[in-house]
């Protein structure tokens, strides 16, 4: 089963597991597919909470907070994006929830980017809240080997391109994650219904944002939220490094047996990425330009691209930064069309020797690969996948069932944590226990939040009244709002308490961009963000205590009135 999206107020999507929050049901009739929309949480996620919720009140009780089960607090933690960081960062700090006894407490998981790395390991497990200290110690040994096979990443990339809807996630799954995780993670949501549904785990919340409706509205805009990758710059480096090591390790010594149309199509997208690069980064292009002009005149009876690489170069330096990244897809496309066909027609039969056939067939894959991940970053594809909804009559908001394909992406790019899934009124959140593991500002994460409700009418704390000194940042601030919006507690990951007079050569040890981190560094990393719990604990505990003795206050008023009223 794949990931679905769920609609609630007004345009707000998920994705969720189709498993155990499906509000969108399948009907099929002769071949015909209608779907159901609900207005409400499934009835998978129904269950699997209420059952939580008998964990959550035992473990009240154990901090000495009683409530009664239909006044039991729903507690939410966020995790952030931040790369390898992250999820290392949100290891420690579930570590420490569980070490303080609050992890049994949480009714809901919800993480973006390198935090759901973390958690769809750990929810591979049925009993994952139990066993973590076993769990940590096969991650913290998996984590510490930046060794890693790039022939195997081919191999899966290999396959992974036969797909139409082939993307940059993809690529990023085959390289970048495989690198880190030193595994290549084949799991669906649904095979997570084990640790989902006893309630023995916290009930996860993984999500994406839909890429045409963050760029056309920004950030603020309800779409498909919550599941960050690096910057456009970095990203396509890495992927012109990973790309260019592939094609020196198996083409170097099979261009002679390899058509010229094929040779030049390779070499020129290759230098496309070069191209891009100088689009972004604002660099001089005329060494690229001369390579590309160099290359594509190989064929002196195709001229169409090399015509459209001159002109673009001669009013190269008039274009804004958008037009130069948008004269480069242009420029791939012709080249994919005047060169690449090649690719699409498959390995040339009877054209060559069968020594040189077999080595042209191991190659061949490779090729398509860099063609089809070179264009993908001329368009900037990521997560492009079936719309299961397309045409649905009587599908709100309307703009779901347009297209055919959808591009899902890291929600990081819009909000770093999660905060709109956990705001909707059906899930009734009481406590927001946020750990931040952005890079930059620890504070962007609450105010983008903070600005996306205020612009979409949904209850939020105020912010405004406290101050938040990015540079240097407390460990915890709490934001109270009316009975009408949650508890936030803000965990910035480096502060001036848990690394007090190094925060920013924190930052910098842990960057984002890294594929790994020595052994020390990681357990240096789990202490850091588990003394953000430790160190809060009494905090913790009494916000709980607060929100409870706040719910029995209200139940009882309640009582008071009914039995006032019926007199």
Not at 92 to 105: I, P, R, Y
Not at 287 to 302: P, Q
Not at 319 to 344: D, N, P, V, Y
Request: one cysteine or more; a negative charge.
């Amino acid at each position: 089963m794949g990931p679905l999206c769920e609609s609630h107020n007004s345009d707000f999507l998920e994705v969720r597991n189709t498993l155990t929050l499906n509000v969108f049901h399948f009907v099929c009739q002769d071949e015909v597919h209608h779907v159901h929309q609900s207005p409400g949480l499934s009835e998978g996620e129904v269950k699997a909470t209420h059952k939580r919720r008998e964990k959550v009140l035992m473990c009240l009780e154990t901090l000495g907070i009683y409530c009664e089960q239909n006044n039991v607090p729903n507690i939410v933690v966020l995790g952030s994006g931040g790369g390898l960081r992250a999820m290392i960062a949100l290891l420690g700090t579930l570590m420490e929830l569980k070490k303080q006894n609050f992890l049994d407490a949480v009714m809901y998981l919800c993480g973006v980017s390198g935090s759901t790395w973390c958690m769809s390991l750990l929810y591979e497990n049925g009993k994952w809240s139990e066993k973590l200290m076993s769990l940590e110690e096969e991650l913290c040994e998996s984590l510490s080997n930046s060794s890693w096979h790039l022939g195997k990443a081919e191999e899966y990339l290999e396959e992974l391109s036969k797909d139409e809807n082939y993307s940059l996630t993809d690529f990023w799954a085959a390289c970048f994650v495989y690198q880190i995780l030193q595994q290549f993670d084949e799991n669906e949501l649904a095979d997570h219904s084990e640790a989902v549904e006893t309630g023995v785990n916290p009930y996860p919340i993984y999500a994406a944002v839909d890429k045409e409706k963050l760029s056309e509205k920004g950030g603020n805009f309800p779409g498909l939220w919550g599941s960050a990758i690096g910057s456009m710059e970095e990203n396509i480096k890495f992927i012109r490094d990973i790309l260019g090591r592939l094609v020196q390790l198996r083409l170097r010594t099979l261009f002679v047996v390899l058509e010229r149309d094929t040779v030049i199509a390779c070499q020129a997208n290759l230098l496309l990425l070069d191209l891009q690069l100088c689009a972004i980064s604002g660099s001089d292009p005329k060494e690229v330009f001369e390579k590309l002009r160099s290359v594509l005149s190989d064929d002196k009876e195709k001229t169409a691209s090399i015509k459209l690489c001159t002109a673009i170069h001669n009013t190269w330096a008039m274009k804004t930064r958008e037009e130069r990244m948008a004269s480069c897809a242009e420029l791939g496309e012709q080249i994919e069309k005047e060169f690449g066909g090649h690719l699409g027609q498959g390995i040339p039969q009877g054209k060559l020797p069968p020594s040189q056939a077999v080595l042209l067939g191991s190659v061949w894959g490779l090729l398509r690969v860099v063609s089809k991940t070179v264009q993908c970053v001329l368009t900037w594809k990521w997560g492009t996948t079936h719309n299961f909804l397309y045409k649905s009559p009587n599908i709100k908001p309307s703009y779901l069932v347009e297209n055919k394909i959808i591009s899902l992406i890291d929600a990081g790019l819009a909000i770093n944590s999660a905060y709109p899934l956990v705001l909707q009124a059906q899930r009734q959140t009481d406590l927001i226990i946020s750990f931040d593991f952005s890079s930059g500002d620890p504070f962007e994460t609450i105010k983008k939040a903070a600005s996306y409700c205020q612009e979409n009418h949904i209850p939020f704390p105020n912010i405004k009244d406290q101050k938040m000194d990015e540079n240097n940042p407390s460990d915890c601030y709490i934001f109270r709002g009316d009975k009408s919006c949650p508890t936030v507690m803000h965990f910035p990951l480096f502060n001036n308490v848990n690394c007090s007079g190094e925060i920013e050569d924190y930052r910098k040890r842990f960057s984002t961009f890294r594929m790994s981190f020595p052994g020390e560094a990681i357990k240096d990393l789990l202490k850091k963000a588990g003394l953000n719990v430790s160190n809060n604990r009494a905090k913790i505990r009494n916000e709980i205590n607060r929100l409870v003795l706040s719910s029995r206050t209200k139940e009882l008023q309640k009582r008071v009135f009914v039995s006032f009223y019926t007199r």
